[in-house]
């Protein structure tokens, strides 16, 4: 992971006390139906009481196995999917109530970069209709401004204006990525939700969109839900990062304290497993015994008893609930209550 020193290291341009984004006790469940009339027997709790903010220019990294619920969270962050219940606030305004036109209208403000930038091109349509299509469809501007503006889209995200001309299947998967994040940006958005948008690349290229997700950043005023698996990846690019695991949000902490100090014993583990290039960083590696519950039937108490290596009694009866340990750090486990 050398290439990813390249990154800035700057500070968040974060306005103190202005959230773009309020996410308060947010669940997603899934339904499960069973029998011969189908009946509803049960639900898969993907996302379960997660809470977490967003300051305006800043970049959020949720980390967690696959299965944890991140990208469900994203996804309702978008209005991709409807939440369950709770409540997201977007610039003031509770989003999970808005419908038809107010919510295609407020959908400018947002954008998803997606893990596969070859499934989520169309392949049929050249790279400037594509760039072009949200202009299109919003009516920003005449064919002439629109045609402008995406050339001038290509050339922030390194492409050549040309290659409006060209189709998705003859660009590398960088390239495709860039398209993808020129498309994102067609609408000026103030908020972009990336979904593992950089785990299909190779490392070199993920340095190389890293960094263009970072500058671009600066450039527009974004700000980022980053969502991956890769510990390495969300320590370069984030300010916070939130860990989850089982649909529940673990730990939330400015990158520095989660990785210097790690509290929650999952979050221990995840940066145990970690590689690390200094051999002075090395951490002792923690086993986890026993395989991740089942979302459809998760365990009571703390969801991570079953495998934690600290359990107490309290653990397997009582949910902890996310608290501040200081001013940085908030953390969901009974060691801190």
Do not use: W
């Amino acid at each position: 992971m050398a290439e990813l020193q390249m990154l800035s290291q700057d500070a968040p341009v974060s306005l103190p006390g202005e959230y773009l984004l309020e996410v308060k006790n947010l669940k997603k469940y899934f339904p499960i139906h069973g029998g011969v009339l189908r009946r509803h027997v049960g639900d898969v709790k993907a996302v379960d009481d997660v809470s977490f903010t967003l300051k305006k220019g800043e970049t959020l990294g949720i980390v967690g196995e696959s299965g944890c619920g991140k990208s469900t969270t994203g996804r309702m962050i978008m209005r991709v999917l409807d939440s369950t219940s709770g409540s997201i606030m977007f610039n003031g305004k509770d989003i999970t109530k808005i419908r038809g036109n107010h919510l295609r209208t407020l959908r400018q403000q947002f954008q998803m970069v997606f893990q596969d930038p070859y499934s989520s091109l169309n392949p049929r349509m050249n790279v400037g209709t594509l760039i072009a299509e949200p202009l299109v469809v919003n009516h920003k501007g005449s064919r002439a401004e629109i045609r402008d503006e995406v050339a001038r889209l290509l050339e922030v995200v390194g492409l050549s204006p040309d290659a409006r001309l060209r189709f998705p299947h003859e660009f590398s998967g960088g390239q495709r990525q860039r398209i993808a994040i020129a498309r994102a940006l067609a609408l000026r958005p103030s908020l972009i939700v990336a979904d593992e948008a950089v785990s299909a690349l190779d490392v070199s290229i993920q340095a190389q969109v890293l960094n263009l997700l970072a500058d671009l950043r600066k450039e527009f005023g974004l700000s980022y839900v980053f969502i991956s698996h890769n510990l390495a990846v969300v320590k370069h690019i984030s300010d916070r990062v939130g860990v989850m695991y089982l649909g529940r949000m673990a730990e939330i902490a400015d990158k520095k304290s989660l990785y210097a100090n790690p509290l929650h014993p999952y979050t221990q583990a995840l940066l145990s497993a970690a590689p690390e290039p200094k051999r002075h960083q090395s951490r002792e590696r923690i086993v986890l015994t026993g395989d991740v519950p089942s979302p459809a039937k998760p365990p009571s108490g703390c969801a991570f008893h079953t495998r934690c290596p600290k359990v107490m009694d309290v653990c397997r009866v009582e949910r902890p609930e996310l608290i501040a340990y200081n001013d940085q750090h908030q953390v969901a486990c009974h060691l801190y209550s």
